[in-house]
């Protein structure tokens, strides 16, 4: 678990390769505005979060580990919790907020783009 990075992560990289190629310019992991997202669209006032599937409780694809299990059951509860809060917050700033699981991305990273895309132009 040492070696897993809270940013930059493969499946963040390729989502944000294919907006830039779509011409739009963000900022990323920026500690400036509130839950820290992964992409900030200042300028439409859109938030893009890309959630992995384990860190923030797919209900499809979360295996919670058997070793130490209340530990993670409690840690992931809290990550969906502040999920929430976040979600709160920025419909309350009138802002757009987007989140994308990690299986969606991978499933078809063009899909995903797409779907986002069309989201915030409307």
């Given at each position: 678990m040492?070696?897993?990075?809270?940013r930059d992560s493969k499946?963040?990289?390729l989502f944000r390769k294919e907006l830039?190629?779509?011409g739009f310019r963000y900022r990323k992991n920026s500690g400036k505005y509130f839950g820290k997202p992964d992409i900030v669209l200042k300028q439409r006032?859109?938030?893009?979060?890309i959630d992995s599937c384990f860190w923030h409780g797919c209900k499809k694809h979360c295996r919670i580990?058997?070793?130490r299990k209340s530990y993670w059951l409690k840690k992931i509860a809290r990550n969906v919790a502040r999920d929430k809060e976040v979600k709160k917050h920025y419909k309350k700033q009138e802002w757009?907020?987007?989140r994308i699981w990690e299986h969606k991305i991978k499933l078809?990273?063009?899909r995903a783009v797409a779907g986002i895309v069309e989201?915030?132009?409307?």
């Open positions: 040492s070696r897993i990075k809270s499946i963040e990289t830039w190629k779509l006032k859109v938030v893009i979060f580990p058997t070793v757009k907020i987007f078809s990273k063009d989201r915030i132009a409307s």
